[in-house]
């Protein structure tokens, strides 16, 4: 079931015009070739002998994707020496672990699409899918845990704040909870925690200066939170189906 990877939506929908002068338009192009690079190692990463784990491991990363994680891991990067090799390590953990995260909601959501094609749940089963999200957790476990003792706590820190906001969405607020500091809450741990790892991951691995890493991180919590309202307004619209989705 393996195919060819949506072209419009993955590394080639970099916003290429945002960057005007001939400066922005060199780096603009080097960080592509950076993320073609990212891009090209993350397939490999979601490859698997066993045919059984193969196919929907690869699945929901055939179908495109923004790659926005990865992208603000090497742009962070440039506060330092820039993209090196454990930069890129922490850009495609981060993005595995992203993907392992959509595969789960998607079976607890009952979602029927994801990027334009059918949940993997919906293509073989909720064990299956819940499985190969499983499978690239431990992918990305297994990317991180040759970086650093702080990467790994880290991402350990991450995947726990991700499940607790799922977790916490599930059950919803408790009596006497504001429910609009619940819903936040669980925008933040489930979306938040995982942009702000990415932009610490390319301060950590790139010799920048160690007072930029708490700045960035806030920052890329602030940027999650806001894609994910978006999400959910665009997700209340009648015509949610043909809006895109971050």
């Known amino acids: 079931m393996s195919r060819a990877v949506n072209e419009e939506t993955a590394t080639q929908a970099m916003p290429l015009h945002l960057f005007r002068g001939a400066a922005e338009r ?54 330092g020496d820039g993209p090196n090799e454990l930069v890129r390590r922490a850009a495609i953990a981060v993005e595995l672990t992203h993907l392992a995260s959509l ?4 079976v607890m959501d009952d979602a029927h699409l994801r990027r334009g094609v059918p949940a993997a749940h919906t293509v073989w089963s909720n064990s299956v899918a819940i499985l190969a999200g499983d499978l690239l957790f431990a992918r990305a476990s297994s990317l991180v845990s040759g970086m650093s003792e702080e990467a790994i706590l880290l991402q350990a820190q991450t995947f726990e704040r991700l499940c607790l906001g799922q977790l916490h ?21 489930k ?47 009648p015509k949610a189906a043909q809006t895109g989705k971050l």
């Open 169 to 189: 969405e599930t059950v919803g607020p408790e009596p006497g909870d504001d429910p609009m500091a619940h819903y936040l809450q669980v925008l933040a741990d």
């Open 26 to 79: 060199r780096y603009a192009d080097r960080l592509k070739a950076e993320l073609d690079v990212v891009e090209a190692s993350l397939l490999e990463q979601l490859a698997f002998a066993s045919k059984v784990a193969d196919a929907p491991a690869r699945y929901l990363a055939e179908a495109g994707g923004k790659r926005v994680r990865p992208m603000l891991t090497l742009l962070t990067s440039e506060l």
């Open 191 to 237: 979306t938040g925690a995982l942009i702000s790892t990415a932009a610490r991951m390319g301060v950590m691995f790139s010799n920048a200066p160690a007072e930029y890493a708490d700045p960035v991180t806030e920052y890329g919590e602030r940027i999650g939170v806001a894609f994910q309202l978006i999400d959910d307004v665009i997700d209340l619209s």
């Open 103 to 106: 595969y789960h909601d998607d």
